[in-house]
Structures are given as C-alpha cells and as structure tokens.
C-alpha cells in the first residue's frame, strides 16, 4: 500500500523557512516520480516543485524556482521541499504526490498525502 506523509507546516513570519517532509512507502525512488502541490483557498491546487524518479532530476514552477528546492534522502524514502524567503502568497495547504508521469500538474499524481498546513504572515 502506498503511504505518504507529510510534516513540517506552521506559522512563519515573511521572509522566513520552512522544510517540508514527506515520509513515504510502499515503493521506492526508481518506481514513481514525486512532487509538491500546494492549494490556497478559493485557489485551485498547484504543482511547485517535482522530482523524477531514478534520475532525481528537479523542475520548479516559476512561483517559487529560486526559492524553494527539493530533495530526497534514499536511505530515510523521504522528500523534502526547503521554502526560504517565504511570502504571504505561499500560504497554502502542501501536499506531497506520486506518480508515474513527471511534471507539476495535479493531474499527474496517483497517490496523494494528507497535506501540511503553511501559513506566512506579512
């Protein structure tokens, strides 16, 4: 069974960082891409950030490329997405999702977390 958890959410003023994680199982980094995909309210979901399976090859939206960065640790099957220079259009729900396809559309993702709050206040 696929399981992905993510951790890390909070309260953080502007201009400040949050890291992310999501602890996974029920596959391995060589099986399914995973990405970030955030929802603000009123807000459709949103894909951030995205890490290929195997390769480990990166892609960002253009929102947050620069800011945020994604990474894995294999040994712990955990994915990690550092937000620094946080602003208040990054408040959002955070998911973390697996796929089969690659890329930051919501519609690429089988299997979904049940997502980590970011709240940044001005």
């Known amino acids: 069974e696929v399981q992905l958890v993510e951790s890390g959410g909070g309260l953080v003023q502007a201009g400040g960082s949050l890291r992310l994680s999501c602890k996974f199982s029920g596959f391995t980094f060589d099986d399914l891409n995973i990405g970030w995909l955030r929802q603000a309210p009123g807000q459709e979901r949103e894909g951030v950030a995205a890490?290929?399976?195997?390769?480990?090859?990166?892609f960002y939206s253009k929102y947050v490329e620069g800011r945020f960065t994604i990474s894995r640790d294999i040994d712990k099957n955990t994915v990690y997405l550092q937000m620094n220079n946080l602003d208040s259009e990054d408040t959002a729900d955070y998911y973390c999702?697996?796929?089969?396809?690659?890329?930051?559309?919501?519609?690429?993702?089988?299997?979904w977390g049940q997502g980590t709050q970011v709240t940044v206040s001005a």
């Open positions: 999702a697996a796929g089969w396809d690659y890329g930051l559309g919501p519609g690429l993702y089988t299997y």
């Open positions: 890490i290929r399976s195997g390769s480990g090859d990166t």
